[in-house]
């Protein structure tokens, strides 16, 4: 069983040939209205990848909440602990995505930053009935910090991906199992520069000292980067044709956590994580392009189709 904490959003996305600079106006090819947020993303994910996943999170009782819980229902995914309150808006992400496929994000929180350590409380014994949590940064740090402590008092395996960057305490450093930051995540986290491959290990080994014992660093293009006291491995990207990165990260979280779920290696674990990352900046949208689990144990096939010429 995978337990993800964290966010729902209704996606707003815009395409168009680049993203704007600020005080520019810029023509979008097409729009779209896609369900996504970290949370479920990856809940989402887990659950085409074949676990058994069921989502904490909040939404409003408004007409993009109901759709939210249809979308992740429809997925497999238990949403018995998406708690619905009236009195805040669903959480809104309007999202650009230029010909390229990078894309810039803007979050409106809304009822995702009503789910409370109060909350958690609550729910302990469906936080500690799992085998690993999965969670984000999208919901109030304090509520992540309580499902953290309740997951490691019952020895669950966390994993933490540090999305948006945000400080965070040695308390949660050191009962987090694996964080997953990005390059710029990982940046803000150590305050030391992450623009080559030495700095990039330096930045790591200053987390590591202060209690993660183990940190996967997503590189996009370049790949992923597995650190820990003993060890630093590098994993290849496969080069693809990339439409749309929005939910890459989240794939890549989920399958490492699908992985781990089933008692597979790390390495194991990361190198499913980097076909399920892959395959997802193929296809526009967060959700609609999380592929499904018989999709990836395919992926010798679908590789040679989609290889980056």
């Known amino acids: 069983?995978?337990?993800?904490?964290?966010s729902l959003n209704m996606d707003l996305v815009v395409y168009a040939d680049r993203i704007p600079r600020p005080g520019e106006t810029v023509l979008g090819r097409n729009f779209?209205?896609?369900?996504?947020?970290?949370?479920?993303?990856?809940?989402?994910?887990?659950?085409?990848?074949?676990?058994?996943?069921?989502?904490?999170?909040?939404?409003?009782?408004?007409?993009?909440g109901a759709q939210l819980k249809e979308s992740l229902s429809s997925d497999g995914v238990d949403v018995e602990y998406v708690m619905v309150k009236p009195d805040v808006a669903t959480g809104v992400a309007v999202i650009q995505v230029e010909s390229s496929g990078d894309n810039s994000i803007t979050v409106a929180a809304g009822a995702n930053y009503s789910i409370t350590a109060e909350d958690i409380a609550g729910m302990k014994d469906v936080v500690t009935d799992t085998d690993v949590i999965l969670l984000q940064l999208?919901?109030?740090?304090?509520?992540?910090?309580?499902?953290?402590?309740?997951?490691?008092?019952?020895g669950k395996l966390v994993i933490l991906n540090p999305a948006?960057?945000?400080?965070?305490?040695?308390?949660?450093l050191r009962?987090?199992?694996?964080l997953t930051p990005n390059e710029t995540e990982l940046e803000f986290l150590?305050?030391?520069?992450?623009?080559?491959?030495?700095?990039?290990k330096a930045a790591g080994t200053i987390l590591l000292e202060k209690g993660v014992k183990d940190l996967v660093i997503t590189l996009g293009s370049r790949g992923a980067l597995h650190m820990n006291r003993n060890s630093t491995a590098h994993y290849d990207a496969y080069r693809v044709n990339a439409v749309d990165t929005t939910a890459a990260g989240d794939s890549f979280n989920a399958a490492l956590a699908v992985f781990l779920s089933e008692g597979k290696t790390m390495e194991e674990a990361i190198g499913f994580a980097m076909k399920v990352g892959a395959m997802t900046v193929t296809k526009e949208g967060a959700q609609p392009s999380l592929?499904?689990?018989?999709e990836v144990n395919h992926f010798d096939q679908w590789i040679k189709d989609h290889i980056k010429s």
């Open 175 to 178: 009962r987090t199992d694996i």
């Open 291 to 294: 592929p499904l689990l018989e």
């Open 190 to 200: 150590s305050g030391h520069r992450t623009d080559t491959l030495e700095n990039l």
């Open 138 to 154: 999208e919901i109030p740090l304090e509520t992540v910090k309580a499902a953290i402590f309740a997951a490691k008092s019952a």
């Open 1 to 6: 069983m995978i337990t993800v904490a964290g």
């Open 164 to 172: 948006p960057a945000a400080v965070l305490d040695e308390e949660i």
């Open 32 to 64: 779209r209205q896609m369900p996504g947020g970290k949370g479920a993303n990856q809940a989402s994910a887990a659950a085409k990848l074949g676990a058994d996943v069921r989502m904490i999170g909040c939404v409003g009782a408004d007409s993009f």
